[in-house]
């Protein structure tokens, strides 16, 4: 009898279930979009930021002893000591190995008048079981533009050069014993507008320097900064066994640098700190933004739905009247009215959440170019959501039943 009656007051009431309906299928599609792209935004912005360069360079330990006098930072060892370029491998084996998505060394070296960077271009990089992972500038400088050609790694008698030399494509120009072809001319470089740039091979033999390199650069896909980072960066040694080990086994991009550290001999990986706070602030400030929509989009919702039932129970209520007549108690009443509401709830949450992750994708590649990930855990949230906005907006309206009396109903004196 009682689903009978539900049945009955859902589908002869229809303008206002339906306003219901809408109010909390809006609202929630509106908060599961929300939510999908704040909870897959880090990763996006990260890919994004991973295309403007490395966050993480690799330099031989020596070079990170200083000294300080009179106010002074020097480095006696610096640019005296080198990496081994066999070693070059181990960067992409560390536990966050998914995770480094490209890297390069590096060897300036000076001729005449002439600087000269050798470098990786686009070589397999010799990852145990990964022996087709290949990197170098090309995947890690993607938005350098090339007009020519790259050379071949290994190269020695083609180079590519920065667009402020002023050198042409074809020009001829004498290194040491060498003679070189320009191939190609890169644009959108800053260090590297005056440079040529060659194969890490004719690099060492030129600087005599077989098999060594001076640094390497790393893009790495890593989680935005937080508080336990921030507490990690500051002091590593302070942090005790749980937070030291939910910090290793984080990718944050001062993890993997350590581990980095821990696992390429004679190295000090750093993080570069602007790419990984531009990541960070921009990731807060999105989440931020999205939460103050949610909240908004929450009160203006339950504020609707305190109006729908309201005016529900203003017309229902010589029904509520009758039925307190026949004995239902305050408990019945509330359980026919919330059951109706929740049971419209369910429904248009589900729709809602379903909504809401196409039009968080339509959002996301929009701004990205590509699309977000789905995560499932949007869903139970939604859905809680959407039962909330009825509790919120359910308080006031069912507060009321409480105050109509049955003779002043029926005899129409309220």
């Not at 009682?2 to 002869?12: A, D, L, N, P, T």
């Not at 295309?51 to 009179?70: A, C, D, F, K, M």
Request: contains cysteine; aromatic residues 10%; charged residues 20%.
């Amino acid at each position: 009898m009682f689903f009978r009656i539900i049945k009955s007051s859902i589908f002869h009431s229809k303008d206002s279930k339906f306003l219901a309906f809408l109010t909390i299928f809006l609202s929630v599609g509106l908060i599961a979009c929300m939510l999908n792209i704040t909870l897959n935004i880090g990763d996006q912005v990260a890919k994004e930021l991973r295309s403007y360069g490395s966050n993480i360079i690799v330099l031989p330990r020596s070079q990170s002893l200083n000294i300080e006098i009179g106010g002074k930072n020097y480095s006696p060892l610096k640019n005296e000591d080198y990496l081994l370029e066999s070693d070059l491998h181990k960067i992409k084996e560390i536990f966050w190995r998914n995770n480094i998505t490209a890297f390069a060394p590096f060897l300036p070296v000076k001729v005449g008048s002439y600087e000269i960077l050798g470098t990786y271009f686009d070589k397999f990089a010799g990852v145990s079981d990964e022996s087709d992972f290949k990197s170098g500038v090309i995947s890690l400088y993607p938005f350098w533009v090339i007009e020519g050609k790259y050379p071949q790694d290994d190269s020695l008698d083609e180079v590519v050069v920065g667009d402020k030399t002023g050198f042409k494509i074809r020009d001829i120009k004498n290194l040491g014993s060498y003679k070189v072809k320009v191939s190609g001319i890169i644009h959108n470089s800053t260090d590297e507008a005056n440079k040529i740039i060659s194969s890490l091979k004719l690099a060492q033999i030129l600087a005599n320097k077989p098999n060594l390199i001076a640094l390497a650069k790393v893009s790495a896909m890593t989680i935005p900064e937080d508080d336990l980072s921030l507490k990690a960066r500051r002091n590593l040694d302070g942090l005790d066994a749980v937070a030291y080990d939910k910090w290793y086994c984080s990718a944050y991009v001062g993890s993997i640098a350590y581990q980095i550290t821990e696992d390429f001999p004679n190295a000090t990986a750093k993080a570069i700190l602007s790419v990984s706070e531009t990541q960070s602030g921009i990731t807060k400030k999105i989440q931020n933004l999205m939460a103050v929509v949610s909240v908004l989009s929450l009160l203006i919702s339950a504020i609707c739905i305190t109006s729908l039932l309201s005016s529900e129970i203003h017309k229902r209520k010589k029904e509520i009247g009758l039925l307190k007549a026949l004995g239902a108690s305050d408990f019945h009443i509330y359980a026919q009215f919330a059951t109706e509401i929740f049971a419209i709830c369910i429904v248009a949450s589900l729709v809602g959440v379903g909504v809401g992750f196409g039009l968080s994708f339509a959002i996301a590649y929009q701004i990205f170019g590509s699309l977000i990930g789905i995560s499932l855990m949007v869903i139970p949230l939604g859905v809680a959501f959407g039962v909330f906005i009825c509790i919120l907006g359910s308080i006031l309206p069912f507060r009321s039943v409480m105050r109509l009396l049955p003779a002043e109903v029926l005899y129409g004196r309220k």
